[in-house]
């Protein structure tokens, strides 16, 4: 099946800092989905980007779509203790049938 | 706005053994994917139902089936359960996007099975 690198793999920064994460893929996808899954829950939908080049934010959250189509990046800024939990990007090229990355688990200290 | 809601929430089942799990979509969707996430990984695409049939299958064995009711609402068999089937089963909902097309999936909270 197709692979999603995701990094880094996990991340340890201070509350108020910025923080990047991306992921790509060996073949193009049409969409790219970015969500957040905290401990014992399904992942919550944060992002989504359906157009090469397409830039979208969900409050401090902004998230981009790889012009090659073969990769998208996620940003969040002035991060705050809530943003704990494990970010997952995913693709799809057609039929809603996605591939997840394996995760950044982020970790913020107050 | 009633989201995805799946049961039970835990299950634990001896290997061998049978089991089903269940899932009601979003209201308004009518499309539904199952995926299996094991510990510290993504989730896994098992397969999709739309119109009450499968409509795609990702790597999984034949011991994985599933139905779709006309209400929408599907459902997950796993038979010959082994240990390794231990896993958090998701079910996403999303709106039929044409026949190519793509829509948003929003996450159910999962059913946590564990296989002893």
């Known amino acids: 099946g197709q692979q999603l690198n995701q990094s880094p793999q996990s991340m340890f920064i201070q509350e108020g800092e910025d923080v990047s994460m991306n992921c790509t893929s060996s073949s193009i996808f049409n969409t790219w989905l970015w969500y957040k899954q905290e401990p014992g829950e399904g992942p919550v939908l944060l992002i989504a980007?359906?157009?090469?080049?397409e830039l979208t934010s969900n409050g401090r959250l902004t998230a981009q779509f790889g012009i090659t189509r073969k990769d998208s990046f996620l940003n969040i800024s002035a991060s705050i203790p809530s943003d704990v939990g494990i970010y997952f990007c995913?693709?799809?090229?057609?039929?809603?049938?996605?591939?997840f990355g394996s995760g950044t688990k982020l970790n913020v200290k107050p | 706005d009633a989201g995805v809601t799946q049961s039970p929430t835990h299950l634990i089942k001896t290997r061998g053994q049978q089991v089903t799990l269940r899932c009601s979509p979003k209201s308004g969707h009518d499309t539904v994917s199952w995926y299996q996430q094991a510990l510290g990984q993504g989730p896994q695409f098992i397969f999709q139902?739309?119109?009450?049939?499968?409509?795609q299958r990702g790597n999984f064995p034949d011991r994985f089936s599933g139905h779709q009711f006309p209400n929408y609402s599907s459902e997950l068999n796993v038979n010959a359960l082994l240990l390794g089937d231990s896993a958090l089963y998701l079910c996403?909902?999303?709106?039929?996007?044409?026949?190519?097309?793509?829509?948003?999936?929003?996450f159910g909270p999962g059913t946590r099975l564990t296989v002893t």
């Open positions: 980007l359906y157009k090469a080049g």
């Open positions: 996403a909902s999303s709106l039929a996007a044409g026949l190519a097309g793509i829509d948003e999936q929003y």
């Open positions: 139902y739309y119109e009450e049939e499968e409509r």
């Open positions: 995913a693709g799809a090229y057609n039929f809603n049938k996605f591939y």
